[in-house]
């Protein structure tokens, strides 16, 4: 294929006639507009330019793949690069860039974890940072998960010898320093250049646990290698293990296939997220979005392709769109027969918000269960985690001890995670912190974030009056608050149907 000249490609820079250069390769994108789930204007602003730099952030590589037939058009010539249009992105500020006004702390002004969102929106291009702040709806859920670590009070025993603690806690067997370990998040590649395997140096360095994003912007044995690598370098010391967030794809094949991927690379359990049947409304972002349509000149697009189905085969977005996302909206119970049978290691079920669910998640020998409202970005008013565990202890409390028990959402100060443990959790799961010292710092945010956290625990246990966590039990809080407002069946019974 002969290639194309660069004052070629700029020619073609509206919705009538659009390419794009990805990787070096010149691409018509014009039908691909209307079906891309992250909407036709975020591509029109590349359009007759070099996309590759915007489409990594959000992007895994194979990506590519998915665009129609027809689409690639050939190389395009080095030597006219010039001649390309020029793009006007919001381009993200680095910690070495920000200007002077805004400058960003040094790290160690970051003391609690609300300091890392103030440094990360100093960093962030607006859309990133509200990518990462966004909630469902009015913002309930997420006002709930924040306001409820602070209605349970703690009810600590004084004058015990609490000289040395010891924080570990296993999960699944594996060893980590802490009881807290990285949610999954997808996307990175627009909170940081390093996306995910950023994440995991951090992580790695401080020996806790992360999960894996099946929305990452690297691929996942891209990221896996990288874990492999950072793993070297300290000579397989670190008790760092990561575990794999699956959006099950619509299609059996592509998720057993990938199941298979994610396997064979090593990840040790699979933490299936069953509360995103639908993409929550992120209010936020479709603000967001409607104003970049209107920026290049199209209202935003009200129902396109891809959205008319009733699935599609795209991970859920980034955005605000109405994605019916990669995690099909008819999976049930019964999926998790099969699931089973192809995965073959530990499954934990992601997004368990009642005492029903969490009984049922036992009946069908899954391993564990995360409570979650996803960050409160999905169900508006859904309950924070620390509730369903309540109801969980009230209403079947059979479950605790038998199922390894995760929590996530709301988490900012490392001795909250005590208040999960003394009513039975396992570990708590820690998301936007980690992504805002990510965003700021890089992998030596995500350290420091880890020091945060790790040193409130344990100034925290000390406080309490113990030196292990195994010594943490439900008289050590006072959770009354939370149990008036508590969710109770008719007739005092639990009724465990389908
Ligand atoms: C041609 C260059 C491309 C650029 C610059 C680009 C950029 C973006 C951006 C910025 C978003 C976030 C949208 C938002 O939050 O408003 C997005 C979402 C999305 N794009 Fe693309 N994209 C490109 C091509 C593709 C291709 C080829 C595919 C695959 C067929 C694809 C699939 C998706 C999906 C599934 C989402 C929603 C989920 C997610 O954020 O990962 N995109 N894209
Ligand atoms: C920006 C962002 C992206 C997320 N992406 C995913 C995802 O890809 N898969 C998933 O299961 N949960 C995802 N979550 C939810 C987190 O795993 C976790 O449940 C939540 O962030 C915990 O709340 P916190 O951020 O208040 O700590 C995401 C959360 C945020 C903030």
New binding site residues.
């Given amino acids: 294929m002969a290639a194309i000249d660069g004052a070629e490609v700029a020619k073609h820079n509206s919705k009538k006639s659009c390419w794009?250069v990805?990787h070096s390769k010149v691409?018509d994108?014009t039908s691909?507009l209307s079906?891309?789930?992250?909407?036709a204007?975020?591509?029109l602003?590349?359009a007759g330019s070099d996309?590759t730099e915007?489409?990594e952030?959000?992007?895994p590589l194979d990506?590519?793949?998915?665009?129609p037939d027809g689409s690639p058009l050939g190389p395009i010539d080095p030597n006219t690069l010039g001649k390309l249009r020029a793009r006007k992105d919001q381009t993200s500020a680095s910690a070495s860039s920000a200007n002077e006004e805004n400058e960003i702390p040094h790290v160690s002004m970051c003391v609690s974890c609300p300091d890392f969102e103030k440094a990360a929106k100093v960093v962030l291009p607006l859309?990133s940072y509200v990518?990462a702040s966004t909630s469902a709806n009015s913002g309930l859920s997420l006002r709930a998960n924040l306001d409820d670590w602070g209605r349970i009070n703690f009810r600590p025993r004084v004058m015990r010898n609490v000289g040395d603690v010891d924080t570990r806690r296993s999960i699944f067997g594996h060893s980590s320093p802490y009881p807290f370990y990285i949610s999954p998040m997808?996307?990175l590649g627009?909170i940081h250049p390093g996306a995910e395997p950023e994440v995991v140096r951090g992580a790695v360095r401080k020996g806790i646990h992360a999960v894996i994003s099946t929305?990452s912007?690297k691929q996942v044995d891209q990221i896996w290698q990288r874990f492999e690598d950072e793993q070297k370098t300290l000579g397989n010391a670190s008790p760092t293990r990561l575990f794999y967030q699956y959006y099950m794809p619509v299609d059996r094949k592509r998720a057993i296939d990938l199941m298979h991927i994610v396997k064979k690379c090593g990840y040790k359990g699979l933490w299936i997220t069953v509360d995103t049947p639908v993409l929550g409304k992120r209010t936020a972002?479709r603000v967001?979005?409607a104003e970049?349509a209107l920026a290049v000149g199209i209202a935003e697009e009200g129902t396109v392709e891809w959205e008319t189905g009733e699935e599609?085969a795209?991970?859920?977005?980034?955005?605000?769109?109405v994605?019916s996302g990669q995690l099909s909206p008819h999976t049930t119970w019964e999926d998790l027969q099969w699931i089973r049978k192809e995965w073959g290691g530990p499954i934990v079920l992601k997004g368990i918000q009642c005492a029903e669910d969490a009984k049922l998640a036992y009946e069908y020998g899954v391993d564990g269960i995360l409570l979650s409202n996803h960050g409160g970005r999905q169900l508006h008013t859904a309950p924070s985690a620390l509730m369903t565990l309540l109801e969980i202890r009230t209403y079947c409390p059979e479950v605790i001890g038998k199922l390894e028990i995760f929590l996530d959402g709301g988490l900012r100060d490392g001795s909250d995670v005590l208040k999960a443990l003394c009513l039975g959790a396992t570990a708590v799961g820690v998301g936007r912190p980690f992504m805002y010292a990510l965003a700021a710092y890089g992998s030596q945010g995500v350290e420091r974030c880890v020091d945060v956290l790790a040193e409130e625990l344990s100034t925290g246990m000390r406080l309490l009056g113990v030196t292990s966590l195994d010594q943490l039990i439900p008289e050590m809080v006072n959770a009354s608050r939370l149990l008036n407002e508590m969710w109770r069946p008719e007739g005092a019974v639990l009724k465990s149907r389908l």
């Fill in positions: 794009v990805l691409y994108v691909f079906k891309h789930p992250g909407g204007a975020i591509i602003k590349q996309a915007e489409f952030k959000y992007h990506y590519i793949n998915d665009l859309k990518y997808g996307t627009a929305a912007s972002d967001l979005q970049e599609n795209f991970a859920p977005a980034m955005g605000g769109r994605v």
